[in-house]
């Protein structure tokens, strides 16, 4: 699926010698072209191990890492090891590397902290990996294992397209999956797929944007190539594109179309409507003409990761709501029986489908309970942690008894 993995890093970048100029500036381009910016050479800088001794440039804009050290980005992630591409003499290259132990101990605190396709990654002279930079988006769901800690999907997606069939839509789902794109802090777009297989797909997209406000929604067939030039624009601007959506949808066809290979395995969808889960890995592929696509498997629960970042992202998702709300007697309305409720007359008025304000509700109860859980959680694993250090305390062979 990815350009043959070397045993070992390229021996172009990770090189205690200071590279020639001319080597810079090609594996500058080359970084460049896995999504590397100013942005991510200040936010290298900034870690406190490898940013402490980045060299001066070499030229314009060249991030080099302290002696030995080398920058990736994630583009398959196992536990404990991980594809990463890395420039190459000849562009970028993937190279199979191992986490560093922190790196490990640090997963096994809190697994998001993890690499994961999408990460840039700081890498030593083993090679392996020893850090990952901050994350500047992130596509979290809630572990369906109800773990304290969320599963994340997708990192630092610039875009993210919430994929579903014009064949088979599901409004609860889409409603659901554009709330989590909003909380990521990417851009979301909604991708209608298989326009091909119903005769009104146009009048089916004007009804499922109507539970999209603020969103860019695109038509597309892709097996055709039909509708796919906004996302081509997306990708040409060298954005990270992430696909996220249920199984079965067309997430492996849209990327196969946009990187114009066939690099995921995609199959027909059972008699049931179901999809295979036919894709088992999050991939980042870098696309032809610039930018990369991420394709993840097909989700079968999409748990808003309470907290903060669900808050905001269900104002996003439910603009229309959040609008009427702006305009109800009272600040903290509940729109149920309230007099002055702007967001009951609008649903009475026929403006606003009583039925945004119920997917509204039902997520919003969602993400208040998750968040509590969380918490709960959270709280109950400190305090076994405390339990652990008094233990320990009380062992301590230089403590009187
Ligand atoms: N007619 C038509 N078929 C499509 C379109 N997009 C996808 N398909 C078909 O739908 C089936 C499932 O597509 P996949 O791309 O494998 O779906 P997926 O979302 O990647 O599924 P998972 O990997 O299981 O998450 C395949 O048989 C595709 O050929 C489309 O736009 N039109
Ligand atoms: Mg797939
Ligand atoms: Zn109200």
């Given at each position: 699926m990815h350009p043959a993995v070397p045993s070992a890093l390229p021996s172009a970048l990770p090189s205690s010698d200071p590279p020639s100029a001319a080597s810079s500036r090609a594996s500058a381009a080359s970084?460049?072209?896995?999504?590397?910016?100013?942005?991510?050479?200040?936010?290298?800088?900034?870690?406190?191990?490898?940013?402490?001794?980045?060299g001066p440039a070499a030229g314009p804009d060249v991030p080099r890492p302290a002696a030995g050290r080398a920058v990736g980005r994630v583009c398959r992630a196992d536990a404990g090891a991980c594809d990463v591409l890395v420039p190459g003499p000849d562009g970028p290259v993937a190279a199979a590397v191992p986490w560093a132990p922190t790196v490990r101990r640090a997963a096994r605190a809190d697994p998001t902290a993890g690499p994961v396709a999408g990460d840039w990654v700081v890498l030593d002279a083993a090679p392996a990996v020893a850090g990952v930079l901050p994350r500047r988006t992130a596509v979290v769901r809630a572990q369906p294992d109800r773990s304290s800690h969320g599963q994340v999907l997708a990192a630092n997606a610039d875009v993210v397209a919430v994929v579903e069939p014009l064949s088979d839509p599901d409004l609860g789902r889409l409603e659901r999956l554009l709330t989590l794109a909003w909380s990521s802090g990417a851009r979301p777009v909604c991708v209608l797929t298989k326009a091909d297989l119903v005769p009104d797909a146009e009048v089916r997209a004007a009804d499922l944007a109507a539970a999209a406000p603020g969103v860019d929604v695109l038509v597309v067939a892709a097996p055709e190539d039909v509708g796919l030039a906004p996302l081509r624009d997306v990708l040409a601007g060298g954005a990270t594109l992430a696909l996220l959506g249920a199984s079965g949808v067309g997430k492996s066809t849209l990327l196969n179309a946009l990187v114009g290979a066939e690099r995921m395995r995609t199959t027909a969808v059972r008699d049931d409507g179901k999809g295979r889960h036919t894709t088992v890995t999050r991939e980042l592929h870098l696309a032809p003409g610039g930018g990369a696509v991420l394709d993840t498997p097909g989700l079968r629960t999409i748990g808003l990761a309470g907290a903060g970042a669900a808050d905001a992202a269900l104002e996003d998702a439910f603009a229309d709501v959040a609008e009427r709300a702006a305009a109800c007697r009272f600040r903290d309305c509940a729109h149920r029986t309230e007099p002055g409720c702007a967001v009951l007359a609008a649903v009475e008025s026929g403006d606003l489908p009583a039925r945004r304000l119920a997917s509204y509700r039902k997520l919003e109860r969602e993400a208040r309970h998750e968040a509590a859980r969380t918490d709960a959680r959270l709280r109950a694993e400190m305090a076994q942690v405390w339990k652990q250090r008094a233990r320990a305390y009380r062992r301590r062979p230089d403590k009187k008894r």
């Open positions: 970084l460049a072209r896995l999504g590397w910016d100013d942005a991510w050479a200040r936010a290298l800088a900034a870690l406190p191990d490898a940013g402490s001794d980045v």
